[in-house]
């Protein structure tokens, strides 16, 4: 039976006027970007703490150094690092949109974040455990909640709340408006995003800014990742160990980093002569799972692209590039791969397909902003970064639709995939804004 | 429009057990008995029955019942009691049916943290294959501490397979879950979206914490004295569990099916106070651009609201700041509009707070009747305005505002109006 498709306004759509983004490879979208064409990659033996007893020790860690960062030195305890990155990709986005020059009260300002798993860190609570441990070395529980809790430190339980990062970033920057944070998969990155098109649209803020956050990597977000079954464990030095739809993928890999979008309707961006290299078109979303924890099924990662069509209606053809969500895990990629076939069967000998994990790993809630991002990209400079690995290999779910060398091409429309293991999956659709609409101001 | 409700809280197993005892101003408060509280400055709080968890009907849901932390739990027992009341199961178009949820997953116990202080030595290394051997950190509470499972579980449950949106924004949380998901309802995403939010931190390290920003009410002569919003003698707020589920739907297709519609959620709106991390804007500031943008998104002016369900959560920030931002929206007609907090016999429920004072004005407002903010005995000079005093206040009202304001700054508030056929 037909349903209402509903589809976003077009006469004056939601453009992308400013970028801010921090990974593995790079402290801002242009050195990210640049690290991406070259090939590089971001994962690398994990740093910080002694992996060595887990099976996967690899990470895409980034290389933010939190003492540099201005963000409240006063509260150490409650800035993990997810808050450094969330702060620091936020004013890159500020800055790139000249927001600070455009005088909008902080009101008209909407923040919408998705937002990784935030755990405890265990030296948090050592002294408090130690305090009111009995003779024989175990935790005399009476102490404990007589006493030993006093050395908790006061704001510890503040920096346990999943929304509390959100709000000092808000704080920082004054913003002040229209906001919700969701959490903790890559499905609910895409979904702030969507949040704050959906704002835009209502005309409920005058600018947005949205994005996600991972995790940062630890002891507890490796742990999940293993026992969730997610992860590769096999990390061989000589290669690449997060294998997007290769034949030899064996699971994911974990990845710091962030990714915030500075979003505003054209009419508002023209107006004060911001420019946009693309505009955020169209999305959709479905929930299905056969398996638990195996992430959604190729029919519902089906009906999310097709969905996001339907909202920009366009047809399948149209489409340049998908860049999939991809995350290296042996159910996830083939379930998105016969989603993709199934999709643009009509057109498989134009489609090309991107998958950024090989490179950033998996950014989970920051990956679908960050993906986005490189969208944005890929349109204002006609250029497919490589997917890694960089070699080919027989049996490639990938082939031919994914190259392992940068492509050059025209690219006007991109979707963006991403899911989470539980079957929820959401698609966005990236498309170049017409060049004669373009503002004022555009250097080209 | 809303066509099913449910929730479980101190007070009741069901919406309408609670709204019995509330309107009779009863408190759910009491001495804490699921974990030991002897030395701390605060023993109380507003427990669910463990007999009213009623586990998993079926095999199916059986298998992942495994999964389901205690707010999990709660959120399934108001999540069955509305799709009944809405007779979801009726839907054909599962593709069109939603989840959004206010939740944040449980804490670690303290033995879960004893357990892993074990392999973890004071220079910042851990014995992770000592960890390994001995089973690691449980599987199941990584789940359980997961803030997107007990929304998965009510999409695996309900059989929805449209949207599903997990959302941590604290106290402002459950609110906030309804109002994206009327969103997502009105952008014609979705004909159906279950709504709302569960929270179950009565666990000695969901509660201490609290304890140590001292947040909680700390002085009280009884249990069910301790939550006193409004009152001078106000000194925190009283921490709960809860659920608290609302079916949401577009009036066409409730219509097309013949459902009866309970309410209708008029507006919503949100704003961050971006002012400081542990204190709320002194002069509402957050709290004026939510109710000002939740009017707004309902197009409709100060003068034609009824009531106003406060978040008066009994702290001396909250509830004075609530009643400035009150003043500075309704200017002189301030003091003719009833305010009352649920909150003042129910505790705070956190994440499911706005859920279920939502669910309790849509059925204030059909019978009528304005719930009271008990243990109002010593007024407040700079509290000055009608709280609606220890008892239930019969009133025809019909549009309401019901506000959520959340630890760290972010505010929601919900315009909803009784529904008039």
């Known amino acids: 039976m037909d349903q209402p498709r509903p589809s976003l306004n077009r006469d004056d759509p939601v453009v992308i006027t400013g970028a801010g983004m921090v990974s593995a490879l790079g402290l801002s979208v242009a050195e990210t970007w640049k690290a991406l064409l070259d090939g590089a990659c971001g994962i690398r033996p994990i740093e910080g703490f002694d992996a060595g007893g887990f099976p996967c020790r690899a990470a895409a860690q980034t290389r933010l150094d939190p003492e540099q960062d201005d963000l409240y030195p006063r509260w150490p305890r409650l800035t993990g690092l997810h808050s450094h990155l969330l702060h620091h990709a936020t004013r890159e986005a500020i800055r790139h949109s000249n927001l600070e020059q455009a005088a909008i009260p902080g009101e008209a300002i909407g923040f919408f974040v998705g937002m990784g798993m935030v755990d405890y860190r265990v030296e948090d609570l050592s002294s408090a455990v130690q305090s009111s441990l009995d003779t024989g070395g175990s935790l005399d529980l009476e102490q404990f909640y007589s006493k030993g809790y006093r050395e908790i430190h006061p704001l510890w339980p503040l920096s346990m709340l999943n929304n509390i990062s959100f709000c000092l970033v808000a704080t920082q920057w004054n913003l002040r408006g229209e906001n919700t944070v969701f959490s903790p998969h890559a499905d609910s990155g895409a979904q702030a995003l969507i949040e704050g098109v959906r704002t835009l649209h209502e005309r409920k803020a005058r600018v947005v800014l949205a994005g996600g956050v991972s995790e940062p990597v630890s002891p507890h977000s490796l742990a999940r990742g293993l026992l969730q079954g997610m992860l590769s464990v096999e990390t061989q030095r000589d290669s690449t160990p997060c294998r997007p739809f290769s034949s030899k993928r064996n699971g994911t890999i974990l990845g710091e980093g962030c990714g915030m979008a500075a979003l505003e309707l054209r009419s508002h961006a023209d107006a004060r002569g911001a420019s946009y290299p693309a505009m955020i078109s169209g999305y959709g979303f479905a929930f299905e799972s056969e398996g638990e924890g195996e992430g959604p099924t190729a029919s519902a990662i089906a009906r999310a692209m097709r969905d996001a069509l339907h909202s920009a209606d366009l047809a399948p053809e149209a489409i340049d590039v998908v860049i999939a969500h991809g995350d290296g895990t042996v159910r996830g990629d083939q379930n998105e791969m016969d989603a993709i076939r199934q999709m643009f069967a009509a057109c498989l000998n134009r489609i090309r397909v991107y998958g950024s994990k090989g490179a950033l790993g998996h950014l989970l809630a920051g990956a679908p902003a960050v993906d986005a991002l490189i969208g944005a990209e890929m349109i204002r400079e006609g250029i497919i970064p490589p997917t890694l690995p960089l070699a080919e290999e027989a049996g490639d779910l990938g082939l031919p639709y994914i190259r392992r060398e940068p492509t050059k091409t025209r690219i006007e429309k991109v979707l963006v995939n991403c899911r989470n293991q539980e079957g929820q999956c959401v698609s966005l659709l990236l498309e170049k804004v017409e060049p004669h609409r373009q503002a004022r101001g555009t250097i080209c | ?421």
């Not at chain 2, 949820?101 to 992770?128: A, C, I, K, Q």
């Not at chain 2, 971006?274 to 500031?285: C, F, K, L, S, V």
């Not at chain 2, 009747?369 to 509290?383: H, Q, V």
């Not at chain 2, 009608?386 to 508030?413: E, K, M």
């Open chain 2, 1 to 421: 429009m809303v066509t099913g409700y449910g929730m479980v809280t101190p007070l009741g197993r069901t919406a309408e057990a609670t709204f019995e005892r509330a309107s009779r101003g009863e408190s759910g408060i009491g001495y804490l008995t699921r974990f030991d509280t002897s030395g701390l400055p605060c023993r109380i709080g507003g427990e669910v029955d463990d007999a009213w968890l009623t586990g998993f009907a079926d095999a199916k849901a059986r298998r992942l019942e495994k999964f389901a932390s205690r707010g999990a739990q709660l959120a399934v027992v108001a999540a069955t009691e509305a799709a009944r009341q809405a007779q979801l199961d009726a839907v054909g178009h599962r593709d069109r049916i939603g989840v959004a949820l206010g939740s944040h997953g449980d804490n670690p116990t303290v033995e879960e943290m004893r357990f892993l202080h074990r392999f973890y030595d004071s220079n910042g290394r851990w014995d992770l294959k000592g960890l390994h051997d001995e089973g690691g950190y449980a599987y199941l509470q990584f789940f359980r501490r997961k803030p997107d499972v007990a929304m998965t579980l009510l999409a695996h449950l309900f059989a929805c397979r449209g949207s599903t949106l997990s959302i941590v924004s604290a106290c402002a949380a459950g609110a906030q879950a309804i109002g994206e998901a009327c969103r997502i309802i009105r952008e014609g995403r979705c004909d159906v979206m279950i709504a709302g939010g569960c929270e179950a931190t009565l666990t000695f390290s969901g509660f201490v914490g609290f304890v140590l920003i001292k947040a909680l009410a700390e002085r009280y002569t009884a249990p069910e004295k301790a939550s006193r919003p409004f009152d001078r003698k106000r000194n925190g707020f009283v921490m709960s569990e809860g659920a608290g589920i609302v079916v949401l739907e577009a009036l066409d297709h409730a219509r097309a099916r013949g459902v009866s519609i309970l309410g209708e959620v008029l507006g919503y709106g949100d704003s961050a106070d971006a002012y400081r991390i542990t204190d709320t804007h002194p002069r509402g500031e957050g709290a004026i651009l939510a109710m000002k943008a939740a009017l707004d998104d309902a197009g409709l002016t100060p003068r034609e609201i009824d009531y106003i369900n406060a978040h008066g959560t009994s702290t001396q920030q909250n509830d004075l700041a609530e009643t400035l931002a009150v003043k500075e929206v309704f200017g002189g007609r301030a003091r003719e509009v009833p305010v009352s907090s649920n909150k003042s016999m129910i505790g705070h429920t956190i994440a499911a707070a706005g859920a279920i004072e939502c669910i309790l004005t849509l059925m204030g407002m059909s019978r009528s009747l304005l719930l009271p903010t008990i243990n109002y005995e010593f007024p407040d000079p700079k509290c000055d305005l009608d709280y609606v005093p220890n008892a239930a206040r019969p009133l025809t009202h019909r549009i309401v505002l019901s506000n959520s304001f959340g630890f760290g700054g972010q505010n929601a508030c919900l315009c909803l109006g009784a529904w008039e056929g």
